[in-house]
């Protein structure tokens, strides 16, 4: 079983940057990452959660529209942690932001982490 942990989450002014970690542990967590996708996912309160960024074992990268050219995600197989990097936030960003591995062709999800609150002010 994999444990995913995220962090890195707070409260900032709108155009500001915040970068969000997810570290793996348990077993067989590096094999497990180094062959599926991972993504980060949010949910605002009242809506459902949506997929933001994924990415897979080779390094291509899935956006959501709302935050191509402001977030980046990326990958450290060795730290078996993937990171956020969110630039330019907006308002409307504002979510629980969860860390999850996943199949990239269904989209099935194998693991989710707790989630981290990430609070964007106007």
């Known amino acids: 079983q994999v444990q995913l942990m995220e962090s890195g989450g707070g409260f900032v002014q709108a155009g500001g940057s915040l970068r969000l970690s997810c570290a793996a542990s348990g077993l067989a967590s590096g094999i497990i990452l180094s062959r599926n996708a991972m993504g980060w996912y949010r949910q605002a309160p009242g809506k459902q959660r949506e997929s933001v960024a994924i990415i897979t074992s080779g390094g291509s990268q899935d956006y959501t529209d709302s935050v191509k050219g402001r977030f980046t995600i990326s990958r450290d197989s060795a730290k078996n942690t993937v990171y956020l990097q969110m630039n330019s936030l907006k308002p409307e960003d504002t979510a629980v932001y969860y860390c999850?591995?996943?199949?990239?062709?269904?989209?099935?999800?194998?693991?989710w982490g707790q989630g981290t609150q990430v609070t964007v002010s106007s």
């Open positions: 999850a591995t996943l199949n990239y062709g269904s989209r099935y999800v194998y693991n």
